[in-house]
């Protein structure tokens, strides 16, 4: 069997917060082994472990279905999903916050207590609408306290490109999420140290690649179009998170 690429797009983003105990039921090994593509993940269910995502599986079911495609695992939602893509501009964004909060708000725990009508005009069908919005992180912001900052810098996918490999981890550029006490901002790119994973399909990042990075791990080579989809979101979530930070505030 092999495994299909959508079911391994899944494997690669859901496997660092997975493997932190963060998202979804223990799995983070096989995950692995179906991120890799080298053959020991092709008898692992995927589809099981991936409806145990509640933060992810609600929003892949409903790009599908507002996509009309008919598998939540297509690789086409996943991208969509995961970093942006052009499907993700072409999804009925309203709509599917409407879709979440009649389907899967109520059920899917405290942490999308956050979900309401109020949120739905920050919505997109991406992750790090449900990071900077969903999630309770950055309404934590202003208690000045280093950990929520962290979470969201780390939750969120964020692109870096590789400057070198070091054994098991990858030297990458990448911007941080910054905080002055009143705004969110993209900072400048610098050096970091990321983990990885050898490929077994020859696709080992090399210097000038660009990579996605989760929770400190560089889980997808990012082709230019993906990376520009993946920035832009990313900037148009931390305006609209602005926004409603300002009007917390009582501003305009």
Do not use: K
């Amino acid at each position: 069997m092999t495994v299909p690429a959508g079911w391994r797009l899944f494997a690669r983003y859901a496997y660092a917060p997975n493997a932190r105990g963060y998202c979804g039921p223990p799995g983070a090994r096989v995950l692995a082994d179906v991120a890799r593509g080298d053959g020991a993940g092709e008898h692992v269910d995927v589809p099981a472990l991936a409806r145990r995502f509640s933060g992810a599986w609600p929003y892949q079911v409903l790009i599908a279905e507002l996509a009309g495609i008919d598998d939540p695992l297509d690789a086409r939602v996943g991208r969509a999903y995961w970093t942006g893509s052009e499907l993700t501009g072409e999804i009925d964004a309203r709509r599917l916050g409407e879709l979440l909060l009649e389907r899967f708000a109520a059920q899917a725990g405290h942490y999308w207590s956050h979900l309401t009508a109020d949120l739905l005009e920050e919505v997109t069908p991406t992750h790090v609408f449900h990071v900077l919005g969903v999630y309770p992180w950055s309404r934590l912001l202003a208690g000045g306290r280093p950990e929520p900052l962290e979470v969201l810098d780390s939750c969120r996918i964020r692109p870096g490109t590789v400057l070198e490999r070091r054994g098991e981890q990858l030297l990458v550029s990448a911007a941080r999420l910054g905080w002055n006490g009143r705004e969110l901002s993209l900072g400048e790119p610098g050096p970091e140290l990321v983990g990885y994973w050898p490929a077994g399909d020859g696709e080992d990042p090399a210097p000038g690649d660009s990579v996605a990075i989760h929770w400190r791990h560089a889980c997808d080579l990012l082709e230019p179009g993906s990376r520009s989809q993946l920035e832009r979101y990313t900037s148009l979530q931390v305006e609209a998170t602005n926004r409603r930070l300002r009007r917390s505030r009582g501003e305009p």
